[in-house]
């Protein structure tokens, strides 16, 4: 893209009340997430690469506020000092046009304050635009069917919205052709316009509509501001995912059969254990605690404790599930892999997976279970025990 000298004019100078009925704060300087909106904006263009400098208008009465809000920014040499704007939104613009006319700008982009989320994409748009036209504007094709309405609310006309576009900020221009526009239309007592892109037509100059974006919607109400609120913070709280893994092992005994995922598994000989000797439920027990950094199987349920003498184990998966339960988290995986030469896994690993699921109160897809020998090396592979490890996954909110 050829290089343009271009400034971003931000104008910030209404009063806003339909955002704030009370008056007590124009829009711009609310609250949006850790800053306010208009420092939103602010950073949107000194963070762009291609915008030279940054210049915001504001109301004569909103420089302790203004103030306030850009503390947050990283100071930069890019960002001018304020100018005050004048009793409309076109005046105001006029007053930051007259005052960047000294620094020479080849092109500027104004942009409303109150539209705090400008992608990247669209000041590029822009800026592409300008190259060979004299103005350029984000704008949006209209998606919904327009209705006229006539008395009563009674509707009039549909009209046909082929070609019609909801304009939006950033609005590009020959800074030299912006500039003589507004004078002309401040001398001739025009009308106050709603957008730049007005002016300039007025003027007689080409506007290119380029497409805008969704996120760079104006906020008008208190709704918008709320609306806009979650979506950020959906966009960037971070996920609270936590990861947990855990790892059993018990010897044979004597006996018929084994507990493994919560199934009973006939084999030669039994575990020895306080409990069931459940290596898989146990080293699940301990991933699901381990994500949530809340000690261990053996702290909550000890082994000398003649309650837990032949337990079934999974009421130590159960305490697990409702530990994580009580932090507002949900298992988002589990992935659990049993040591054995024998007995063998597979015959009833369906069983297994949905006793499991149905113990974690999660789907079975969310629930893998593998099984691997060890090769006939070590105690394992000398069947002296059964050992098991597991992985678990928890989004708390
Ligand atoms: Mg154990």
Not at 190 to 204: N, Y
Not at 330 to 355: F, G, W, Y
Request: proline share 5%; charged share 20%; glycine share 8%.
């Amino acid at each position: 893209m050829q290089q343009l000298a271009a400034i971003a004019l931000i104008v910030a100078a209404g009063r806003g009340t339909r955002a704030d009925p009370t008056g007590r704060a124009p829009k711009q300087y609310a609250a949006l997430g850790d800053r306010t909106v208009l420092a939103h904006a602010v950073a949107a263009f000194l963070e762009h690469p291609s915008i030279d400098a940054v210049q915001v208008v504001i109301h004569r009465d909103d420089r302790a506020a203004y103030d306030g809000a850009i503390a947050c920014l990283s100071p930069s040499p890019r960002l001018a000092p304020p100018v005050i704007g004048g009793a409309t939104r076109q005046q105001s613009v006029l007053a930051g046009l007259e005052a960047l006319e000294a620094a020479g700008p080849t092109h500027v982009l104004i942009h409303d304050a109150a539209r705090p989320f400008v992608p990247h994409d669209v000041i590029n748009r822009v800026l592409a635009a300008l190259v060979d036209k004299a103005a350029a504007i984000a704008a949006l094709p209209l998606a919904d069917t327009l209705k006229r309405a006539g008395a009563n609310n009674t509707i009039a006309a549909t009209v046909p919205r082929g070609g019609l576009w909801r304009a939006q900020t950033p609005q590009g221009f020959g800074f030299a052709d912006i500039l003589k526009a507004h004078r002309s239309a401040a001398a001739a007592g025009a009308p106050d316009f709603t957008d730049d892109a007005a002016i300039a037509e007025w003027a007689g100059l080409a506007v290119r509509l380029v497409v805008g974006d969704e996120r760079a919607g104006k906020i008008t109400t208190q709704e918008d501001l709320r609306m806009t609120e979650r979506q950020q913070h959906a966009a960037t709280a971070p996920l609270n995912i936590r990861i947990g893994q855990g790892f059993d092992v018990h010897s044979f005994t004597s006996g018929d059969h084994v507990m493994l995922c919560g199934v009973r598994v006939p084999h030669t000989h039994g575990v020895e254990a306080h409990s069931d000797g459940d290596v898989a439920l146990h080293a699940l027990t301990d991933a699901l605690l381990g994500a949530i950094a809340d000690g261990d199987i053996g702290q909550h349920f000890r082994n000398t404790d003649p309650r837990w003498r032949g337990a079934s184990s999974d009421q130590f998966l159960e305490d697990a599930v409702k530990r994580i339960a009580a932090q507002g988290g949900e298992i988002v995986n589990v992935d659990v892999t049993v040591l054995s030469e024998a007995p063998k896994i597979a015959p009833h690993r369906d069983a297994m997976r949905q006793r499991l699921a149905s113990l974690l109160r999660i789907d079975v897809g969310r629930v893998a279970l593998k099984a691997t020998t060890t090769e006939k090396l070590g105690a394992l592979g000398r069947r002296e025990g059964l050992a098991a490890l597991a992985i678990a996954l928890v989004h708390l909110r």
